[in-house]
């Protein structure tokens, strides 16, 4: 398969440029990208390029429809230099769930799982060495097929591009739940990693910000009672002992950090709930002060502690704990991540 992935190696690499020390998230890229085209009805042949612009015709049904979704994976290097990747097929799946709900041609694994593995390869020195960094892998599909009729493209581009990454956020979170914008609804696609769902939240995300809150928390769009998901993550609410996450329905992104996360929670002995989370409940707790965490878990943010909430006017701190159920599950997770313990699930995948 690999020779079947044409290689076009970059004259001179721009890695020297890099301070790996002082990483931001997602904003210096890697030497090379992999590119797909789908045109006739079938995805060609994969090419691993240098990272650069793209082309596209004015009418490209992209500018216009949104047809456009995207992943995000990160590749780890352990001690002995083995490049890691976490559950990559669970992203190769959700990717093509989110193509079928786009109407977007899905995408075979093996151009996936063979193309992202060859770029790493070619670009393994990008792979961040220092704890807390990574490659950040951003694989997405969008329709580059023209025309001003409202109707799927008939042609589309596959892409991974990478970033060596630090922490996606750079200090405390104080979270705003949101009483009149949603994010999603029923029956819509807040479940496919589509990227018009992020367009749609910039908006009540800045309202938010200039209120002092660096993210939003959705609740469902009907009642604005119960707590969803953050704006690139899932939310757990720690209440007492009991871990709660939301379950996940089609407003909301199955998140592999967060199925992990309640497999590693139980292992660990933690009483984990996925149930329905009323705000009610949430400031009830926090009133009383057993609410004792609540934490954001996503791939870029891997787990972020929420320091604080706002609610109807009025703002809920949550206690700096020195044992916290966040702490003792990012080390768990990062550990198993970077190959520094045993991975009893197969979640780790060397390249
Ligand atoms: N929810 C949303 C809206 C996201 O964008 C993300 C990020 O991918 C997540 C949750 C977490 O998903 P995962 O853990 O698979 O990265
Ligand atoms: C991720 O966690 O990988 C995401 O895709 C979130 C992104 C919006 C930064």
């Known amino acids: 398969m690999t020779s079947y992935i044409e290689i076009q190696r970059i004259e001179k690499s721009k890695i020297a440029t890099v301070d790996f020390d002082n990483l931001p998230f997602g904003s210096v890229y890697s030497d090379h990208m992999l590119e797909c085209n789908f045109k006739d009805g079938t995805w060609q042949k994969p090419v691993i390029k240098p990272f650069a612009p793209i082309s596209l015709d004015p009418s490209a049904k992209i500018f216009h429809y949104g047809q456009s979704i995207f992943e995000g994976m990160k590749a780890y290097k352990d001690d002995s230099e083995n490049t890691l990747l976490f559950r990559p097929l669970d992203n190769w799946k959700r990717l093509n769930k989110s193509a079928e709900r786009l109407m977007i041609p899905e995408i075979p694994e093996e151009i996936f799982m063979e193309g992202l593995k060859t770029l790493l390869k070619v670009d393994s020195d990008w792979i961040p060495r220092n704890p807390g960094s990574s490659l950040y892998i951003r694989p997405f599909m969008f329709a580059t097929g023209t025309g001003f009729h409202a109707s799927p493209a008939n042609e589309y581009k596959f892409i991974i591009a990478t970033a060596p990454s630090g922490a996606y956020f750079a200090g405390k979170v104080k979270v705003l739940i949101e009483e009149k914008y949603a994010r999603a609804a029923n029956g ?65 992104l199955d998140g592999i950090t967060r199925k992990s996360i309640l497999q590693i929670a139980e292992d660990e002995g933690i009483k984990t709930e996925v149930r329905k989370i009323s705000v009610g409940e949430v400031v009830k707790a926090a009133k009383e002060g057993c609410l004792l965490e609540m934490f954001g878990a996503g791939t870029a943010a891997v787990i972020s502690p929420i320091t604080g909430f706002g609610y109807q006017e009025n703002d809920y701190e949550l206690p700096v704990l020195e044992e916290s159920f966040a702490s003792q599950l990012k080390k768990k997770i990062t550990d198993i991540q970077t190959n520094k313990i045993e991975d009893p699930y197969g979640w780790r995948v060397i390249v």
């Open 188 to 252: 819509g696609v807040g479940y496919a990693k589509a990227g018009g769902n992020y367009a749609a939240q910039f908006y009540p995300t800045q309202l938010a910000i200039e209120k002092g809150y660096n993210q939003v928390v959705w609740t469902d769009d009907n009642t604005h009672q119960f707590i969803e998901e953050a704006g690139a993550m899932n939310i757990f609410v720690r209440i007492n002992n009991t871990l709660i996450t939301s379950p996940t329905s089609d407003r909301i």
